[in-house]
């Protein structure tokens, strides 16, 4: 196969595990009354979610050193199997408590399909390609959000709950075997030394980390549990670095953490996740519970960001070969600022037309922030940190949505209808502004910063 043949071919793969794991949450949540009710389990119900999620922001990382370690293929097909062999085995569920575990294993493969896609394109495009690239991996979550929904619902009420899940094995399969004849990988054959305890140690933090966040968010209230949960995280935090400086090949290499751009990508794109769970999340509340009106309009309000995204993914990767990160980065943050002021000057009155308008302008800014932060990660590092670079960055990404969740649940009004949620809401949004504001101070940094001295504009495999 040609060059470019090939790399249609890896592209092809790529989108269907990308959409695989895009597709996930949105089609298991419309499931879930109906799953809930076969398995008479409502008070696990939350967990079926939220484990899949726990397991996913703890993977990643560790799947991206991995792939740094064994190569790419490898450790993509280890993922797709852990990830298959979850969803059959959930398919498969005759309780809650079941379900519960299999979505934990379903959530450790799906690590792999979140990071290791970003991290090959990195390696087998060039620098001019990989934006335009990412754009069309965007579009599949845009996609994905619009027909989750649909899909969802149609195979609940046409067939059976547990096909949701077995859907997956055939689309995983085929993405597999499209890699595996088109991704040509040379790596060193020697052994590693793989940092068990550095992983051990990150699970547990991890673990305590979300867990406390998930009883936060439920209670209310820093309860004793809570802060014992957040004390083992920190703890855990600091014997991780400590691992991490003594580990042979760390997991997490702190050799990161020297270069500039990725510090500034890491910490942006961690505001930047709090911003994107938040409205997403909370335009839909406010639609329904604000406005009055239906879901049928929520999902006409939350359309318009869909469609922004990928649109501006493209668009970043024709204007990154003209451009600096610096100017595409402040202009995506600069725009995420704009809607979420239009979010917090949002009234009773104000109409789905309005929603969709900043709805659009969120997409547009997101897309084209998040697109720009992405494939500087990928050019800032060769081959052998690429994994974990990319790992590292979707760890701080994914953090900063479960984070976003728990503490905007704090402002949360306990009435879901009327004034008062109108004013909590309000709340919520107001502190958008402020994380944008930050998220724009944050990459502020980069214009001051070489970045085309630190940014390699090569493929390297």
Not at 123 to 150: A, M, Y
């Amino acid at each position: 196969m040609e060059r470019k043949t090939k790399q249609n071919v890896v592209i092809i793969s790529l989108l269907i595990a990308t959409f695989l794991t895009a597709i996930e949450g949105t089609i298991v949540s419309t499931a879930m009354p109906k799953i809930a009710d076969d398995l008479h389990g409502s008070q696990l119900y939350t967990w079926v979610i939220s484990i899949y999620l726990l397991a996913t922001v703890i993977s990643i990382p560790i799947f991206g050193k991995l792939a740094d370690l064994y190569g790419r293929k490898i450790m993509f097909t280890a993922g797709v199997i852990i990830f298959l062999a979850g969803s059959a085995l959930s398919g498969l569920s005759q309780t809650m408590e079941q379900l519960v575990l299999f979505r934990l294993l379903q959530g450790i493969g799906g690590g792999a399909l979140t990071t290791l896609p970003f991290t090959i394109i990195g390696d087998i495009f060039s620098f001019e390609q990989r934006g335009k690239v990412q754009g069309l991996i965007g579009s599949v979550w845009g996609i994905s959000g619009i027909i989750g929904p649909l899909v969802g619902g149609f195979i609940v009420d046409t067939i059976s709950w547990h096909w949701i899940f077995f859907m997956n094995i055939p689309f995983g399969i085929v993405s597999v075997l499209i890699l595996w004849v088109s991704l040509f990988e040379q790596i060193e054959k020697k052994k590693h030394s793989i940092d068990y305890g550095g992983i051990f140690v990150f699970a547990i933090s991890m673990t305590s980390l979300l867990y406390g966040l998930t009883l936060l968010k439920d209670e209310k209230q820093l309860t004793s549990t809570v802060l014992l949960l957040f004390m083992i995280a920190l703890f855990g935090m600091v014997l991780f670095i400590w691992i991490e400086k003594k580990a042979k090949e760390p997991m997490l290499p702190l050799t990161l953490f020297k270069v500039r751009i990725l510090n500034i990508a890491n910490l942006a794109g961690f505001l930047l996740g709090f911003i994107l769970v938040v409205s997403t999340f909370y335009i839909p509340l406010w639609v329904q519970g604000v406005a009055g009106l239906n879901a049928t309009s929520s999902g006409m309000a939350m359309l318009p960001m869909s469609l922004a995204w990928p649109l501006a993914g493209i668009l970043t990767g024709r204007w990154l070969v003209k451009t600096s990160f610096a100017r595409l980065a402040l202009v995506g943050t600069v725009i995420v600022i704009a809607g979420s002021m239009g979010l917090a000057a949002m009234v009773t009155e104000t109409g789905i037309p309005w929603m969709m308008f900043l709805s659009a302008v969120l997409g547009f800014g997101f897309g084209l922030v998040i697109t720009t932060f992405t494939v500087a990660v990928q050019s800032a590092v060769d081959w052998s940190l690429r994994g974990a670079a990319m790992g590292a960055h979707n760890l701080m990404k994914s953090l900063g949505q479960t984070i976003g969740i728990a503490v905007s649940g704090l402002w949360l009004s306990d009435r879901l209808y009327g004034h008062e949620l109108e004013v909590s809401l309000h709340t919520v949004f107001m502190f958008l502004v402020v994380l944008a504001v930050l998220a724009f101070s944050v990459t502020c940094f980069l214009a001051v910063n070489k970045e085309k001295n630190a940014i390699r504009h090569s493929t390297e495999n």
